[in-house]
Nanobody, 125 residues
């Protein structure tokens, strides 16, 4: 497992942008598939975006496709989520997660075995 720490959340107006970062510890970071999830008040945690261990494959929640971009920099042990054209419905706590068992993108919470503490994103209308 790795230790994960998110940053970059905050308050932004609708239509604005934010970039979330997730720094990881551990020498095997480059072998993990990574994901971003979010949880809004009163709702279940949901998959937002994922990237394979090589970075060659990505996958997105339909409602963020074309607005969000996930990327990774293995030299910095960091995964990013660039969020553009933000909407009030994007408001949530965003979590990064690592999957040490599979290298492909997975969308289910149970496939990830390391989680960050979360960072709040609030989009005002």
């Amino acid at each position: 497992q790795v230790q994960l720490a998110e940053s970059g959340g905050g308050l932004v107006q609708a239509g604005g942008s934010l970039r979330l970062s997730c720094a990881a510890s551990g020498r095997t970071f480059s072998t993990y598939a990574l994901g971003w999830f979010r949880q809004a008040p009163g709702k279940e945690r949901e998959f937002v975006a994922g990237i394979s261990w090589s970075g060659g494959s990505t996958r997105y929640l339909d409602s963020v496709q074309g607005r969000f971009t996930i990327s990774r920099d293995d030299a910095k042990n960091t995964v990013y989520l660039k969020m553009n054209s933000l909407k009030p419905e994007d408001t949530a706590v965003y979590y990064c997660a690592a999957n040490s068992r599979r290298r492909r993108v997975e969308v289910y919470i149970q496939d990830y075995d390391s989680w960050g503490q979360g960072t709040q994103v609030t989009v005002s209308s």
